[in-house]
């Protein structure tokens, strides 16, 4: 506790001081007149001022107004002691901006009472201001971390136009972050898929999930994966990253190429509504499982709703923060609140929903998210999303031995090798069709000499397959040489499979036409599905080539 | 690892989902999955939602359980699907066959 103490009497400074010693308080200063307190006061910064008014120079009461200008928003207690006595001076020391007086000849037990009393202020004020310091420092901080947090959001989750002119949609954030999100990708095969979702909560912490989930989201849609798949694997991440309490509600929706058929994954979103031109409700996709991040990988339900719409009709979606709105008298917009909105409006879109809950709301505030999402089925123009294919030529070569072939099953691997590392995607089904015949064909007839009539009845069927493994396990020595090499100019896969076997007959290729048959269909599917096939050296070798 | 089965409440309808992978590998799961306690099953629902990569055993495996099952059960269906699994389905004229949806 510093106390300057000015007055322009040597005695009465004398008495001030000595007094302030005997309460404890030896942190003081003196000064003769106003001007050597003002200087003082800037180099000592005192805790409090002890002032005469009746000064040569400069008197109490500009002192006074000075010392409080230069304390800016800390409270720094101004106490007058002064022998006058008339009401008009003494309040002239409050009005310029003093704290206090006491008068002379000062009462000691009084004077000190009051220091002690100013000095609390002052502690309080100094803590308040600390505080306030602190406080504007982290809202910088947080302020400047939204930024950019908003700047690699705003990258990350933008959604591609080219596309979504398809889709009339909307995100409507509470707060600067948003906890709804909202993401569309075109598919490989020619269709499109999209996720609205709303992670528990909005703002920062919510918006955290976004990344993950959309990069995920993203990766899947470039290869064409299953709504169950992306739903499984949103799930397994969001569980791996989300604290117990987080979850993120969501219903992902896969467009086919038709631009009518559709595939519903819900868990945990409102509805999605499904209105013919005349705005009837004539379907809804109501949440049919947990929302993602909940539940364990085993007790993950995944399964989607297939529906065929009519080009016209409408799938509408829409996150909670819509349902749960609240005008004046409390009362929730509700499903049935949304369903008269489409009633009411059969071609509103979504500014139409924004404008309906603006008036919803009327004088209230909207306190979540909004997010909506409106699909009107139509004929697609190819949004093909094949991805950039390599234009290196390549050339992969697997070699088995009796080893690998009893270990392993190389071709999904494969599959992937080659679609991933040349960009491909949406062809890996038909892929895997053409290498597991060839490489099935090359094992099963070429290397352990298998039959296939054995196949034509179940019991059959289990009788071959049993032989298979039987056969498989006593194997020896065995090899099966797999190439596949890409020629970029000609957009094709040209196929290799030459099996160490002694050679099959061809008469075993049945027509594809007999579909009676549970055996011999597939050579005929690989000539559908490659531009050309070829056998020789008995049936050693296969070449096609597989076109992209 | 068996296959996920499901059987409407009336017990008349069995779903049987496959899994990404639909190959020679699932003959035993995939026989299970439509003989063990099927009585009263009328409807076979095939769903292939996470199915990715399929070839002509599984042909032939669909074909051998509706020959097997032909006298009990009237209804065949294969739901679903992906699109490229689609593609392998019409190449081989499933359509005649299977209710594709």
């Known amino acids: 506790m510093r106390i300057l103490v000015v007055d322009d009497d040597t005695l009465n400074r004398f008495l001030l001081v000595h007094m302030l010693e005997q309460q404890g308080y030896t942190d003081t200063f003196e000064a003769e007149d106003g001007v050597v307190a003002i200087e003082l006061a800037k180099r000592i910064e005192p805790d409090l001022v002890l002032l005469d008014v009746i000064m040569p120079e400069m008197d109490g009461y500009e002192v006074a107004t000075m010392l409080k200008k230069m304390a800016g928003d800390i409270y720094l207690p101004v106490i007058f002691i002064t022998a006058l006595e008339d009401e008009k001076s003494l309040a002239r020391c409050l009005e310029v901006g003093g704290d206090d007086f006491v008068s002379k000849p000062f009462d000691k037990v009084i004077l000190a009472a009051k220091i002690r009393a100013h000095a609390r202020t002052r502690l309080l004020s100094k803590k308040a201001y600390e505080q306030n310091k602190q406080l504007s420092f982290y809202r910088n901080a947080v302020e400047r971390e939204h930024k950019i947090v908003e700047h690699i959001f705003t990258n990350a989750l933008s959604v591609d136009k080219s596309f979504t002119r398809y889709l009339d949609y909307c995100l409507n954030p509470a707060s600067d972050f948003n906890g709804d999100l909202f993401l569309a990708s075109a598919s490989p095969t020619g269709g499109m898929y999209f996720l609205i979702g709303d992670f528990t909560g909005h703002g920062l912490a919510s918006a955290i999930g976004a990344l993950p989930v959309s990069q995920a989201f993203q990766a899947m849609s470039k290869k064409g994966l299953s709504l169950m798949e992306m739903a499984e694997t949103i799930n397994q991440t969001l569980l791996m990253l989300l604290p117990d309490d987080m979850f993120f509600a969501a219903a992902i929706v896969e467009i086919n190429n038709t631009g009518k058929q559709i595939d519903v994954w819900n868990g945990g979103m409102p509805s999605l509504l499904l209105q013919d031109p005349s705005g009837k409700i004539v379907k809804r996709f109501a949440s049919r499982h947990m929302s993602l991040g909940i539940l364990e990988n085993h007790e993950f339900a995944s399964e989607v709703e297939r529906y065929e719409m009519q080009f016209g009709n409408r799938l509408v979606a829409f996150s909670d923060g819509v349902v749960e709105l609240e005008n004046e008298q409390n009362e929730m917009l509700g499903d049935e609140g949304i369903e008269k909105w489409l009633n009411d409006q059969p071609d509103i879109n979504v500014e139409g929903f924004l404008s309906n809950a603006t008036k919803y709301l009327g004088s209230k505030q909207r306190n979540d998210d909004i997010t909506v999402v409106i699909f009107t089925s139509q004929p697609l123009e190819p949004v093909v999303n094949k991805g950039i294919a390599s234009k290196v030529p390549l050339k992969i070569v697997v070699e088995l031995d009796a080893k690998h072939i009893k270990s392993a099953d190389p071709i999904v691997d494969l599959v992937s090798v080659v679609t991933n590392q040349l960009g491909l995607y949406g062809i890996h089904s038909e892929l895997f069709t053409v290498l597991s015949e060839l490489y099935n064909n090359a094992l099963e007839h070429g290397v352990l000499e298998l039959d296939s009539t054995l196949k034509q009845s179940d019991d059959g069927f289990f009788a071959y397959f049993t032989l298979r493994e039987e056969k498989l396990s006593a194997l020896e020595s065995a090899s099966i040489v797999i190439s596949a090499e890409y020629r970029p100019d000609e957009n094709a896969l040209s196929i290799r499979i030459k099996d160490s076997g002694t050679g099959f007959k061809q008469d075993y290729m049945s027509k594809l036409e007999n579909v009676e048959k549970s055996y011999g269909r597939g050579i005929s599917l690989v000539k559908e599905l490659c531009e050309s096939v070829e056998y020789t050296n008995k049936g050693n070798t296969v070449d096609v080539v597989f076109k992209i | ?101």
Request: aromatic letters at 10%; hydrophobic letters at 40%; charged letters at 30%.
């Open chain 2, 1 to 101: 690892m068996s296959l996920d089965r499901e059987f409407s409440e009336d017990g008349k309808e069995l779903t049987i989902f496959l899994e990404e992978k639909f190959d020679f590998g699932k003959v035993q799961d995939f026989r299970l999955a439509y003989t063990e306690g099927n009585d009263g099953v009328s409807s076979i629902v095939i769903n292939l939602q996470k199915t990715e990569y399929m070839d002509s055993s599984a042909l032939g495996m669909l074909l051998n359980m509706q020959k097997s099952l032909r006298d009990s059960v009237q209804s065949f269906k294969i739901t679903h699907c992906r699109p490229q699994v689609l593609k392998i389905l019409q190449i081989a004229h499933f359509g005649k066959k299977f209710d594709i949806a």
